[in-house]
């Protein structure tokens, strides 16, 4: 049974895990239509990051953002999958990602989610070129997994 403590000292008890989206909306509806992303325990976590223990935890809004994200300065790389279920289709991310003003946008054609397995050499090449200061995208043959043949 976590019991969640917020930043304004307050507390919020689960029964059973919870998520970061679930703490937003016990809250407020409303912030959880505005919540991006917790900080659980000082650590950075997505809204579907499950809790199963006590804990401090912050919930970050497009407010947020723009006080911090909107004033980065150092390189910032985006580099998406257009085959990607998780952030491939999610042009409301791209968009925010892309309001950081160092952000440099690459489109990788074919692999889904996990690059480092799909296309590890590519993906790593990517990496090093962005260090140097020129991020190129790349295509490499996209797969498709029969869901069945790994259930």
């Given amino acids: 049974m ?9 507390s919020l008890n689960f029964k059973d895990k919870v ?8 809250i407020s509806k409303s912030l959880s239509k505005q919540a991006l992303i917790i900080s659980v325990d000082g650590s950075l ?4 990051y499950e809790i199963n223990k006590d ?8 407010k947020a953002y723009r006080e911090v994200l909107e004033k980065w300065e150092k390189p910032f790389l985006i580099a998406n999958s ?25 489109v990788i054609k074919g ?4 690059l480092q397995e799909e296309a590890g ?21 996209k797969k498709v997994i029969d869901k069945e043949s790994i259930l």
């Fill in 82 to 106: 257009d085959n990607d279920p998780v952030t491939g289709n999610n042009p409301r991310l791209v968009k925010l990602l892309k309001r950081i003003p160092s952000a440099q946008e690459v």
């Fill in 19 to 26: 998520t970061g989206f679930q703490i937003a909306e016990k």
């Fill in 121 to 141: 050499p590519e993906y790593s090449q990517l990496i090093i070129d962005f260090i140097n200061g020129n991020p190129q995208g790349f295509t490499v043959e």
């Fill in 111 to 114: 692999p889904g989610h996990f």
């Fill in 2 to 10: 976590p019991n969640i403590k917020l930043p304004d000292g307050k």
């Fill in 55 to 62: 804990c401090s935890v912050k919930i970050y809004t497009s």
């Fill in 45 to 48: 976590k997505d809204l579907n």
